[in-house]
């Protein structure tokens, strides 16, 4: 079974920063590419930053700049920094694999921007 445990959320004003990270178990994870999601009350969940397991990472253009992913293959953890935060980041991150054809959620970490 796969595990996926976020840490790191808190309440920050804007143009704070915040780091996420995300320790997984229960698989080889140096070669399992890994995301960040976040949904806000009232919206789809949407793709914040992918990275693969070669380190090649990917944002969305709403973060693009102000948004780093991360990984460490020893601590078996996913990062993300998060710098320049605005009120329109706030929204529970959530930390996702994709695992012998399974996904994986973890239950999430709350970040709140406030103005």
């Known amino acids: 079974q796969v595990y996926l445990v976020e840490r790191g959320g808190g309440s920050v004003q804007a143009g704070g920063a915040l780091r996420l990270s995300c320790a997984a178990s229960g698989l080889n994870f140096r070669i399992a590419a890994m995301t960040w999601y976040r949904q806000s009350p009232g919206k789809e969940r949407e793709l914040v930053a992918n990275?693969?397991?070669?380190?090649?990472?990917d944002y969305a253009d709403s973060v693009k700049g102000r948004f780093t992913i991360s990984r460490d293959n020893i601590r078996n953890t996913l990062y993300l920094q998060m710098n320049n935060l605005k009120p329109e980041d706030t929204a529970n991150y959530y930390c996702?694999?994709?695992?012998?054809?399974?996904?994986?959620w973890g239950r999430g970490t709350r970040v709140t921007v406030s103005s």
């Open positions: 996702n694999t994709r695992w012998k054809s399974r996904d994986f």
């Open positions: 990275i693969t397991s070669g380190g090649s990472p």
